[in-house]
């Protein structure tokens, strides 16, 4: 069983056009996050969720929007993509919210990459 | 200052050999350190978290230095599957849920 899984795996698309990729978790967690990894390889926070609610919003432009129908998944739509967008995109989940020091470890998802034209 | 820098690599290791390297930190706030391991084009996959007192799991010793803000991670021993990137990783309590990771050290064991 797949604990952190995301779809697609892979994303080729146009400037301009809206797209979204989605994320679940049957960790049973109660914190998700996306993070944007990009040709050199830094792995930057972008979104937290702690039981459905927003906790981290980096300085994300507004073109991305996390969606958290429930603590299982946390989607992440961006708009207008940009060629700049093009990336790796990882979700994650962990057990807290990153205050019970060694109990937060991560587990990530398979990544999806993204690629704009 | 990036919050978490390492030696980007990559350390060229001959197999059997013994290889270490560290990762600094910022923010002397900083509670909770990881060493994370990231092969090509896959997901970053917890190797061990970093206990105060250092700590070990087999072949991988990791180690904490909270006066000078660094944290290391020793790989004895050597083999060919240890061959991928490590990410060190840093939560501080006073951003909550925020991971900082680092680049990634780049570490290929050669035969």
């Known amino acids: 069983d797949t604990a952190v899984s995301q779809t697609p795996k892979y994303l080729v698309t146009q400037m301009g056009n809206d797209k979204s990729i989605k994320c679940e978790q049957n960790?049973?967690?109660?914190?998700m996050y996306w993070y944007k990894q990009d040709s050199k390889k830094f792995l930057k926070i972008m979104f937290s969720?702690?039981?459905?609610?927003?906790?981290i919003n980096e300085t994300v432009p507004n073109r991305f929007s996390p969606k958290s129908p429930d603590k299982a998944h946390l989607n992440l739509h961006i708009n207008s993509l940009e060629l700049g967008d093009s990336a790796v995109y990882f979700c994650?989940?962990?057990?807290?919210?990153?205050?019970?020091?060694?109990?937060?470890?991560?587990?990530f998802g398979p990544g999806t990459r993204l690629t704009v034209l | 200052r990036k919050e978490v820098e390492q030696d980007p690599g990559p350390f060229n290791v001959p197999e059997g050999a013994t290889v270490a390297f560290n990762c600094t930190y910022s923010?002397?706030?900083?509670?909770?350190f990881f060493w994370y391991r990231q092969d090509c084009r896959k997901e970053p996959k917890l190797l061990m978290s970093?206990?105060?007192s250092g700590n070990e799991d087999g072949r991988f010793t990791a180690q904490l230095n909270r006066a000078s803000q660094y944290i290391s991670l020793l790989i004895r021993d050597s083999k060919l599957s240890d061959s991928a990137t490590y990410l060190c990783?840093?939560?501080?309590?006073?951003?909550?849920?925020?991971?900082?990771f680092g680049a990634g050290t780049q570490v290929v064991v050669t035969p």
């Open positions: 994650a989940s962990s057990q807290g919210e990153g205050l019970a020091g060694h109990t937060d470890t991560q587990y």
């Open positions: 960790l049973g967690h109660d914190t």
């Open positions: 969720y702690n039981n459905k609610e927003l906790i």
């Open positions: 923010n002397s706030a900083s509670q909770s």
């Open positions: 970093v206990y105060s």
């Open positions: 990783v840093v939560n501080m309590y006073d951003s909550w849920g925020k991971f900082q």
